[in-house]
């Protein structure tokens, strides 16, 4: 799911008129700073330009990660969706590619603690956003789904359940969290997915079961196109890039779980196709051949993440 045209081209122009090499070490400076000093609670996009650096920088892959993570939950759950509250919203990617997947959605509210990152999520979209610190602040609203991309990660670790707490409070039917799809953010979902079990959630997706995660690293990636601008701040030359991520995505009601997750992609080979699933049962290798017909046809043109 990438980031519609008419939408990258009104990110792009936030950086008309800066030089290239400014913005190819401002987005240097970002990197390093959340390679070492993300995880502490502080706020690491301090100026304008560094948030419209980081935009440019991070939204198309952040929106295509969270699209996809909501398209899959999506799957499973029908009922109709109002409102959202989007926590730690940023320049509001997630709620962006929420409205272009549930278009009948009442109302967003967008909830942010950086003022930088506020003033461009107001500069391109049409959502209402509110200064809230999810780690210090309180706030009684609620919402049909309650998203978070890429956040819980920037947390401490006392001020995560906590966090998750808040979030859970202020959901009425679903909520969506997303994070890299590192080891490390992995780790970090299979411990959020096992405190909302406890707490009397009901998982939607990805997991087929609500047992216990015996998965060393469940991840997704989806494929990212680059335009050149981007490609000249991140000094890299391949027209796309691939996005890990790893989701989790839970509701107040009990739903039908899907019956097998891919986990890997498909190996095709000469006459079958091989599928590494998690199942109801655990982790399992599903073989189909063209005698299944239509299994081996949708085996075919699934990829990792998919339902089969």
Avoid at 134 to 145: G, P, V, W, Y
Avoid at 189 to 206: C, F, K, N, Q
Avoid at 247 to 269: M, W
Wanted: charged content about 25%; hydrophobic content about 35%; aromatic content about 8%.
């Amino acid at each position: 799911m990438n980031l519609p045209l008419d939408n990258k081209l009104q990110l792009e122009s936030l950086l008309d008129g800066y030089s290239l090499k400014e913005l190819k070490n401002v987005a240097s400076n970002i990197m390093e700073q959340y390679k070492n000093n993300s995880n502490k609670g502080n706020d690491l996009i301090n100026s304008s330009l560094t948030s419209k650096v980081y935009a440019v920088y991070r939204l198309p892959a952040t929106y295509s990660a969270f699209g996809e993570a909501l398209k899959h939950t999506l799957e499973l759950y029908d009922q109709n969706i109002d409102s959202v509250i989007d926590v730690g919203a940023g320049s509001g990617s997630a709620s962006l590619a929420a409205s272009h997947l549930l278009p009948n959605i009442k109302s967003f509210t967008l909830l942010e603690r950086n003022k930088y990152m506020m003033e461009i999520g107001k500069t391109l979209h049409n959502f209402d956003y509110i200064n809230y610190d999810l780690s210090k602040d309180n706030l009684d609203i609620k919402a049909d789904l309650v998203i978070s991309s890429y956040v819980l990660n920037e947390l401490d670790q006392n001020s995560r359940i906590n966090a998750i707490n808040k979030m859970w409070d202020m959901t009425n039917k679903i909520m969506l969290i997303v994070e890299p799809g590192t080891p490390e953010g992995f780790v970090l979902i299979r411990e959020i997915r096992d405190y909302l079990i406890s707490i009397g959630a009901h998982v939607i997706a990805p997991c087929p079961h609500m047992g216990v995660c015996l998965n060393t690293w469940c991840h997704f990636s989806t494929r990212v196109s680059r335009s050149k601008l981007h490609k000249d701040i991140k000094g890299g030359d391949a027209p796309y890039e691939d996005e890990k991520y790893s989701y989790i995505a839970f509701s107040k009601n009990e739903v039908i779980p899907c019956k097998n997750r891919i986990l890997r992609h498909p190996q095709i080979n000469p006459g079958f196709i091989e599928l590494e699933v998690c199942s109801k049962d655990g982790f399992k290798k599903l073989k189909y051949s063209k005698k299944d017909k239509e299994l081996f046809k949708k085996a075919r043109k699934s990829d990792a993440g998919d339902m089969i």
